[in-house]
């Protein structure tokens, strides 16, 4: 937007704060909010031979999480953040009760079966060439990253970690192929 409206002239913060940051985030967070009480009412408060929280179907929260995405996507707002706020809102209905342990479990199955549903659409987009743009330079670039950048910012964490007093040691990975010996991961051990 800011390039737009360079290229035009056109002044461009009043419409950036008034609709990108007062409408979307604060309609995205009221919406989710309202729909994550709607949601928590149905399902714990109103009289007992109806409640959605008696019939155990714990994909009430996905239920909540569509309807609340969709309904602020229509009013142009971040349903991405409404969704979150939904969630939260919902969950604090009624903390205590057990079907939100119900719910919770649920959706992470769902979440489950979705990533592995990513992966293989993933792995399809590999096989049919989603990488062959890609030059040298873009290799050397991502392995320097995974295999010098990102070992060395663990090791200054462990440096900081160690200096605040705890006890941490590095993770190595034996490749039993090559035998080389990656590090993998940090393993912190607080006293």
């Known amino acids: 937007m800011l390039t737009l409206s360079a290229a035009t002239g ?3 913060l009043a419409k950036w704060v008034g609709y990108n940051v007062l409408w979307e985030i604060g309609a995205g967070v009221a919406g989710g909010w309202l729909i994550g009480k709607a949601f928590g009412w149905l399902t714990f408060h109103v009289p007992a031979e109806t409640k959605l929280a008696a019939t155990g179907d714990g994909l009430i929260a996905i239920a909540a999480a569509f309807v609340s995405y969709g309904v602020t996507e229509i009013i142009h707002c971040y349903g991405f953040l409404a969704v979150f706020v939904t969630a939260l809102t919902l969950r604090r209905s009624h903390r205590d009760h057990d079907f939100n342990h119900q719910m919770h479990s649920i959706t992470e ?3 489950r079966i979705a ?3 990513m992966l293989l659409l993933f792995g399809g987009a ?3 060439g989603l990488l062959r743009p890609l030059g040298w ?3 050397v670039a991502a392995a320097a990253i995974i295999l010098v950048v990102r070992p060395l910012a663990g090791l200054v964490g462990l440096t ?4 605040d007093g705890g006890e941490a ?3 190595l990975l034996w490749h039993p192929g090559r035998g080389i010996v990656l590090l993998s991961r940090l393993c912190v051990q607080p006293r």
């Open 137 to 139: 330079a873009d290799v």
């Open 169 to 171: 040691h590095p993770c």
């Open 115 to 117: 990533m592995m549903v």
């Open 10 to 12: 056109e002044p461009w």
């Open 126 to 128: 590999l096989v049919s």
């Open 109 to 111: 199955q769902v979440e």
């Open 160 to 163: 900081r970690l160690k200096a």
